[in-house]
């Protein structure tokens, strides 16, 4: 698991920004360098268990504040930005919603997450594949969201290492986009067996590419009987009230 992806790189290698924020490196160069290439982390038990008391922690901050915490899961080029934006543009007058973004550099999704007036705080997590539950407690202190809110984590593209970690988010939530192989519940069932919503995005490209949604949902069902599903097009719009709807009724 994970022994070269950088799972196990020093926090000083995380950045926290806000968009318009100077990038402010610190970095001790008292200590000797290992450049080396062929560096194995192993990734042990403890660590997760360290992990998931963070990730409680985090948990029983969002219910003392009353704030629904999601994790958003998929590979990359999935829409995930593209569904917050558009999410956050349909509600911002009814529900304040804030996003945690996780990429490994750039502030582009931050930037446009930041356009549409919410406030966002882009993690990058340098080789690191997936946010923890440490990243997401110093993210939360710089994004101080409001009570009774909406926070959304974007985590890294990846559908590997993020089912691993608990962020203390009320659900995972898995997208799919129809550009993708509709056997990805087979090929990465830790991810489906995890979340409680999966998002099938891109519906509107369905006519130009081989993809079988009923196929897809069935392969997700092998490995989690109790996920639910949305077809939905965060371009267009279409099935996009669904979404809505499930925001709402997790959040009362």
């Avoid at 069902?221 to 996920?227: A, C, F, H, R, S």
Wanted: charged share 25%; with cysteine.
């Amino acid at each position: 698991m994970c022994d070269s992806c950088g799972c196990g790189q020093p926090s000083d290698a995380v950045t926290f920004r806000k968009p318009g924020e100077m990038e402010h490196h610190h970095h001790d160069h008292t200590h000797d360098h290992d450049h080396g290439s062929g560096r194995t982390i192993d990734i042990k038990q403890d660590v997760l268990q360290q992990n998931n008391m963070l990730a409680q922690r985090n948990r029983g901050w969002f219910e003392a504040k009353n704030i629904l915490a999601l994790n958003l899961v998929s590979s990359p080029g999935s829409g995930k930005t593209t569904l917050l934006v558009r999410t956050i543009t349909h509600l911002k007058t009814d529900i304040p919603i804030s996003v945690i973004e996780g990429d490994q550099q750039t502030l582009t999704d931050a930037n446009r997450i930041a356009a549409t007036g919410a406030e966002v705080v882009q993690v990058n997590t340098g080789h690191g594949c997936h946010l923890d539950a440490e990243m997401v407690r110093k993210a939360l202190q710089k994004l101080a969201p409001a009570e009774n809110s909406i926070v959304m984590v974007e985590n890294v593209g990846n559908l590997v290492c993020p089912a691993l970690f608990d962020l203390g988010e009320a659900s995972k939530v898995v997208i799919i986009s129809v550009t993708e192989g509709d056997d990805k519940p087979l090929k990465y069932p830790t991810m489906f067996a995890a979340s409680d919503l999966c998002i099938i995005n891109k519906i509107d490209l369905l006519p130009y590419v081989d993809f079988d949604v009923d196929k897809c949902e069935k392969a997700a069902v092998q490995v989690n009987p109790e996920l639910e599903f949305l077809r939905v097009s965060a371009t267009t719009g279409e099935g996009m009230d669904q979404w809505y709807d499930w925001l709402r009724a997790r959040r009362v």
